[in-house]
């Protein structure tokens, strides 16, 4: 669950029946949370806020390394001026991605997009909740200027996907991809300093395979627990029906279905590489995402898109290095 704070202004007096109502609330809407009152003057950080700043930084971290492992090492191969600006983007889309597993109840899954909603706009107030999430995001966005548009769309999108159901399409998945993997793409080359319409293209691009590949990463995960989120109507175009995939069926039908899906990832990762000679150096390391999508989809291949094969379950360790040599090929 998320580690959320209430936000209380220290200048509005609260009574105790009022103070103890509003921690209630948070504690139903972020279960682990811990409560806290803000620090009268966050813009200047005093000696004492150092420590809650490494707090809130190290949070982020070990957030995006137990969640989003290959975002985290792409992360560390980013310029130090980027580095803790991505990481804070990085574990913002974490906090936003666990929500749709992690509550029992829509209501309350519906309440923490709220509070992320109300939190970007307390950010660019400069008026963040004292949450190591929200203080990293807060940074990043006064150091880099980041556009408010790229992250209340990942929200609203987050948002949307709360409806627990299956894409009716592959364009409806495509959607999904662009408004979360490459709304994050176009904040990461904010932070890069890359103002460039070939590299948005690119991740435009780039963000839709990632969606697609994430989408076909998390079937077993899915279909252990009942649930099928795979485009309708590739499925229907192959008589493949949900129990199918919840059973775990390894039939043909089933792997065609797979194979129209990540060919479709592999196409939009043709067409990021199509921009590449107009693409400035400064924007590669936004895309080194690229080495793990074309890994899975590489290695989907060769169990012949048996989607549910023990072999795609396993992080490839050569993802580093493969991450490291790419980065200093300054390639995508």
């Given at each position: 669950?998320?580690?959320?704070?209430?936000?209380?202004?220290?200048?509005?007096?609260?009574?105790?029946?009022?103070?103890?109502?509003?921690?209630?609330?948070?504690?139903?809407?972020?279960?682990?949370?811990?409560?806290?009152?803000?620090?009268?003057?966050?813009?200047?950080?005093?000696?004492?806020?150092?420590?809650?700043?490494?707090?809130?930084?190290?949070?982020?971290?070990?957030?995006?390394?137990?969640?989003?492992?290959?975002?985290?090492?792409?992360?560390?191969?980013?310029?130090?001026?980027?580095?803790?600006?991505?990481?804070?983007?990085?574990?913002?889309?974490?906090?936003?991605?666990?929500?749709?597993?992690?509550?029992?109840?829509?209501?309350?899954?519906?309440?923490?997009?709220?509070?992320?909603?109300?939190?970007?706009?307390?950010?660019?107030?400069?008026?963040?909740?004292?949450?190591?999430?929200?203080?990293?995001?807060?940074?990043?966005?006064?150091?880099?200027?980041?556009?408010?548009?790229?992250?209340?769309?990942?929200?609203?999108?987050?948002?949307?996907?709360?409806?627990?159901?299956?894409y009716r399409n592959l364009q409806e998945l495509e959607t999904y991809a662009e408004n979360t993997q490459s709304s994050l793409l176009y904040l990461l080359l904010e932070t890069l300093g890359v103002k460039n319409v070939h590299?948005?293209?690119?991740?435009?691009?780039?963000?839709?395979?990632?969606?697609?590949?994430?989408?076909?990463?998390?079937?077993?995960?899915?279909?252990?627990?009942?649930?099928?989120?795979?485009?309708?109507?590739?499925?229907?175009?192959?008589?493949?029906?949900?129990?199918?995939?919840?059973?775990?069926?390894?039939?043909?039908?089933?792997?065609?279905?797979?194979?129209?899906?990540?060919?479709?990832?592999?196409?939009?990762?043709?067409?990021?590489?199509?921009?590449?000679?107009?693409?400035?150096?400064?924007?590669?390391?936004?895309?080194?995402?690229?080495?793990?999508?074309?890994?899975?989809?590489?290695?989907?291949?060769?169990?012949?898109?048996?989607?549910?094969?023990?072999?795609?379950?396993?992080?490839?360790?050569?993802?580093?290095?493969?991450?490291?040599?790419?980065?200093?090929?300054?390639?995508?």
């Amino acid at each position: 669950a998320s580690c959320a704070t209430l936000n209380m202004a220290p200048s509005i007096s609260m009574k105790y029946g009022l103070l103890t109502s509003r921690r209630s609330l948070c504690s139903k809407i972020f279960p682990h949370a811990t409560c806290r009152q803000r620090p009268t003057e966050i813009k200047s950080l005093s000696s004492s806020a150092n420590s809650s700043s490494q707090h809130d930084e190290q949070y982020c971290i070990d957030l995006v390394r137990s969640r989003d492992y290959e975002g985290f090492v792409c992360s560390l191969l980013l310029p130090e001026a980027a580095r803790r600006s991505s990481l804070a983007l990085r574990a913002f889309n974490v906090e936003l991605a666990q929500v749709k597993d992690s509550v029992s109840q829509k209501t309350i899954g519906l309440m923490r997009m709220q509070f992320w909603k109300t939190a970007v706009e307390d950010i660019y107030r400069d008026d963040p909740p004292v949450q190591p999430v929200s203080v990293e995001l807060w940074r990043a966005v006064r150091k880099h200027t980041l556009t408010r548009r790229w992250l209340l769309k990942i929200i609203a999108e987050r948002e949307k996907d709360m409806e627990d159901r299956a894409y009716r399409n592959l364009q409806e998945l495509e959607t999904y991809a662009e408004n979360t993997q490459s709304s994050l793409l176009y904040l990461l080359l904010e932070t890069l300093g890359v103002k460039n319409v070939h590299a948005d293209h690119a991740a435009s691009h780039i963000g839709k395979a990632h969606g697609i590949v994430t989408c076909l990463r998390a079937t077993l995960y899915h279909s252990q627990r009942r649930k099928v989120y795979l485009p309708m109507d590739i499925c229907m175009l192959h008589g493949a029906s949900q129990e199918d995939f919840i059973r775990g069926s390894r039939e043909q039908n089933v792997r065609d279905v797979v194979y129209d899906i990540a060919s479709q990832a592999h196409i939009h990762l043709q067409h990021a590489r199509s921009f590449s000679k107009n693409v400035p150096d400064a924007a590669m390391p936004a895309f080194l995402h690229t080495v793990a999508i074309e890994d899975y989809l590489e290695r989907v291949r060769k169990v012949d898109f048996d989607v549910f094969h023990h072999s795609l379950q396993r992080r490839n360790p050569l993802l580093p290095i493969q991450l490291y040599f790419r980065s200093w090929k300054k390639t995508y």
